[in-house]
């Protein structure tokens, strides 16, 4: 199928406890308030939206791409798979890129909603318009390396069908399992493979044929060129092709950026061994690019020999060498490698995979965690953290009561051990320490899905990589301070949201500006589309997503940080400072339009197209 | 004669083309130098663009590029890396 103008114009639908698949058109007043990626998806959610809890056949589970995905404008491969988190309760968004969203579009489809449960494990396969569930009896129980082999080997090899799959994580249930498309890439954040898990879905398979056809061909071939161009001389692309996100750790212990032994100190010794150069020199096999990607940031690696042996796959990216590595105080690089095997194959987040084993070693050594069955969790023990990451996946020993996340293991454990947990709405914090950078304190603080450093750009303007000027923001933003960082939030909030709708990757749109992505929108989907109005855009998907949150029970109460990171440390690049959260909150509250209780305003809802929201929250108390 | 150590990162490291005095890790250069010397001055003669570069250090000391440098300070400079 042409999807014209960006858009299939349909959806699929699949009902799996019934075992009917729909082909329903997507509203285009939906796709132009909302554009695509998890602000569609929150729209969509709301129209299903009953309260369900997240492991139930109720809770919709939405995979969405947008208009831009499956154009060959830079870094536009993604999708998001959204739905109630079962980790933190509230508003779940994972992102990922690779080749589903693409192949998705040539399918013919603008996004999948799956609801019900299986009665029998199944997989959906999705061949342009010829849609069937099969039976995944012979897949249960298998990793996601496997099944992914098993399905493109029966359904056209390597490059002609895309796979969605979990592993043993997401059939256990754990909280923070992940997915992986093409068994190398992850959808990580906020336990969307559980949700997979509990409607017994164990893989997506689709195949397509068709293309993607700009609406205004010449705007289109103009802003392909330029953004090229800028993707390919821009020094963070360089950096990423260089060494992939792994760089960030060479100069994130000189901004004080690098959290370490669950954000308790600031010095470690080890991080030379576990950085960028270490991982290219030492086991680097190659370089690898998601669909229509100039930067192809992606790390192959092996690790030949040795007691951490793997076979050649997706290597840790920089979050994954802090949480199994500083994390954890371990500078075993080849443990780490192994580690992120194991959590590829698995399905599990790494982020708060390796955070949750971080916070266990820190309440064993306060004596908070006694009974782990004989297990010694001591710092810097790799082979301890990889036996943990299978007792979590398989739900094993101490493993079933990590596999419920930082949070909710503490309020199990008691004793104090919630002071331990470095969590905002129970997401384990990503590997950027709000000590050195006030302004990510506060998006951790209010983000809709608890702690993210993605659905915004503050990462990359408030570390002076790209103070997108055209947006509002500075280039001169300190990092250890507090002042004007509400402003910056609220705009790199309303910059970073829309990107993450249109599906474009932030590494891109890190090499670019605002007006970039806007005239990208609006030669794809042929509306007139400016910069105000991708600004206005975020506004209206951040306040979404919020309301979504809201009903989902979060309260201006929710908005904190955990006590680790509200404490100055003693040593290290930001040693002395904490951010001003009270203050900084309440200049964000003021700008975003936040009641007291953290609602949206009623008023700021009106003005931005989402009175039907202020309804909602009004039923909701 | 004074003498500075600079650490080249990430990619400004494989774009310096120092034979045999490049490591992994920003392998150290060792430049001698005569009378005052900043840090722009020093970029210069490795051929590094301002523009490229993102931080400079000495020692652990964040510094701008008009830092006046001394003998055996340790210059570490780098581009522009994002995490993820």
């Known amino acids: ?88 309760g509230f508003w779940g968004v994972g992102t990922c890129g690779g080749n589903f969203g693409p192949e998705l579009k040539f399918a013919g489809y603008d996004g999948i909603e799956v609801t019900g449960k299986a009665a029998e494990p199944v997989y959906l396969l999705i061949d342009d318009d010829k849609v069937e569930l099969r039976t995944a009896d ?38 923070f399992a992940a997915i992986g498309n093409d068994g190398a890439h992850f959808v990580g954040r906020t336990g969307m493979g559980a949700v997979m898990g509990s409607k017994r879905l164990k893989a997506v398979v689709v195949k397509g044929t068709g293309r993607v056809v700009p609406a205004r061909p010449e705007e289109y071939e103009e802003v392909r060129a330029r953004t090229l161009e800028k993707c390919k001389t821009s020094m963070v692309a360089s950096s990423m092709k ?67 042996q793997t076979q050649e796959g997706p290597g840790p990216e920089y979050e994954t060498l802090c949480t199994f590595g500083t994390y954890i105080e371990n500078d075993n690089l080849p443990g780490i490698i192994k580690a992120n095997e194991l959590c590829n194959r698995y399905g599990l987040d790494t982020i708060s995979c390796g955070a949750t084993i971080a916070f266990a070693m820190e309440c064993y050594e306060k004596g908070v965690l006694r009974d782990t069955g004989g297990i010694e969790l001591r710092w810097g023990d790799i082979d301890t953290a990889l036996k943990l990451v299978k007792f979590i996946a398989f739900r094993q020993g101490i493993g079933d009561l990590l596999a419920e996340g930082s949070l909710n293991a503490a309020r199990k454990l008691g004793q104090g051990a919630e002071d331990l947990v470095v969590a905002v709405k129970g997401l384990e914090l990503p590997a950027h320490d709000p000590r050195g950078f006030h302004g990510m304190g506060l998006e951790y603080a209010v983000g809709y899905r608890g702690a993210c450093h993605l659905q915004h750009m503050s990462l990359y303007v408030e570390q002076g990589m790209n103070p997108f000027t055209d947006a509002g923001l500075r280039s001169d933003y300190a990092g250890p301070d507090s002042e004007g960082k509400a402003e910056m939030v609220l705009l790199s909030q309303n910059l970073g949201v829309p990107a993450g709708s249109a599906c474009i990757c932030i590494f891109a749109f890190a090499c670019l500006e605002g007006k970039d992505l806007a005239d990208m929108i609006q030669a794809v989907t042929g509306r007139d589309f400016g ?26 109460e929710d908005d904190t940080l955990p006590p680790h990171v509200l404490s100055p440390l003693q040593d290290g690049m930001a040693a002395g400072s904490s951010p001003d959260l009270k203050r900084m909150l309440a200049e964000y509250y003021e700008l975003r339009g936040l009641a007291a209780h953290g609602y949206p305003r009623r008023d700021v809802l009106e003005k931005t197209g989402l009175g039907f929201l202020a309804e909602k929250l009004q039923d909701a108390g | 004669m004074g003498m500075i150590s600079v650490r080249l990162h990430g990619v400004l490291n494989e774009r310096v083309q120092q034979a045999g005095d490049r490591g992994r890790a920003g392998g150290e250069l060792r430049l001698p130098f005569e009378g005052a010397v900043k840090v722009r001055d020093v970029l210069e003669r490795l051929g590094v663009s301002d523009k490229d570069v993102h931080l400079v250090f000495v020692g652990r000391k964040r510094v701008k590029l008009d830092e006046e440098l001394r003998d055996g300070d340790l210059l570490a400079v780098y581009p522009p890396m994002a995490g993820g």
């Not at chain 1, 009953?50 to 154009?71: F, I, Q, W």
């Not at chain 1, 129980?141 to 997401?170: C, F, N, P, W």
């Open chain 1, 138 to 175: 012979d897949l249960w129980g298998k990793d996601i390396y496997e099944v992914t082999a098993i399905l493109k080997q029966r359904h056209g090899g390597e490059r002609k069908s895309k796979v969605l799959a979990i592993g043993q994580a997401g059939e256990n249930l754990v909280r």
């Open chain 1, 242 to 308: 260089s060494m992939g996100t792994a760089a960030a750790m060479d100069l994130g212990v000189m901004t004080g950026d690098v959290p370490i032994r669950n954000w308790t100190c600031g010095e470690f010794a080890g991080t030379s061994s576990i950085g960028g150069p270490a991982l290219r020199s030492d086991y680097l096999t190659r370089g690898a690019a998601c669909f229509s990607c100039p930067i192809a940031c992606k790390r192959v690696v092996k690790v030949d020999e040795g007691p951490y």
């Open chain 1, 1 to 88: 199928m042409e999807c014209k103008g960006g858009y299939a114009g349909r959806l699929l639908e699949v009902d799996l406890t019934k075992g009917i698949l729909t082909k329903a058109p997507l509203d285009p007043t939906f796709a132009r308030e909302f554009l695509g990626g998890a602000g569609l998806g929150a729209r969509l959610f709301l129209e299903r939206f009953s309260g369900a809890l997240p492991l139930s056949p109720d809770n919709p589970l939405l995979v969405m791409t947008g208009p831009l995905v499956g154009t060959s404008l830079p870094g536009t491969s993604r999708f998001a798979v959204c739905s109630r988190s079962p980790l933190t």
């Open chain 1, 531 to 556: 910069l105000k109005d991708l600004l206005a855009l975020g506004e209206r998907l951040w306040l979404l997503q919020r309301g979504v949150t809201n009903l989902l029970g979060a309260r201006a």
